[in-house]
């Protein structure tokens, strides 16, 4: 009985699987320069967004572009060090006005947290 309490103890404090969550919303943001834009985030990861393009290729579809960014995210619920040690992917989809200089885009994904966190 003793040896049995002690095969169920960890799934009683914790595991050591990563926590994860969906997450989904909507990004506007706008164009500072060529390669530079500031926004808003909302929804699961609503706060400020920042993206700097780091190229640009032709889509599947005629007319589509795929853009590559790397991104600065800061939520309004826990800045940056909630998602400290998280990973996950994020999908997005949405327009592009280049003569405006604007940017509308949906996004969803996953995030998963360290365990114990």
């Not at 595991?15 to 969906?22: G, K």
């Not at 991104?71 to 800045?79: C, D, F, L, M």
């Not at 989809?93 to 998963?112: M, P, Q």
Request: aromatic share 8%; glycine share 16%; with cysteine.
């Amino acid at each position: 009985m003793i040896f049995a309490l002690f095969m169920a103890a960890p799934h009683l404090f914790g595991s050591d699987a990563p926590r994860c969550e969906l997450v989904g919303g909507a990004i506007s943001t706008n164009f500072l320069d060529q390669t530079s834009t500031q926004g808003v985030a909302t929804g699961s990861l609503a706060g400020g967004v920042g993206v700097d393009v780091k190229g640009v290729s032709s889509g599947a579809s005629p007319g589509s572009l795929v853009f590559h960014n790397h991104h600065r995210w800061v939520t309004a619920t826990g800045g940056t060090g909630r998602f400290s040690g998280a990973t996950g992917s994020l999908e997005a989809y949405g327009s592009v006005n280049n003569n405006a200089g604007e940017i509308v885009l949906r996004y969803r994904g996953r995030v998963c947290h360290p365990p114990n966190q």
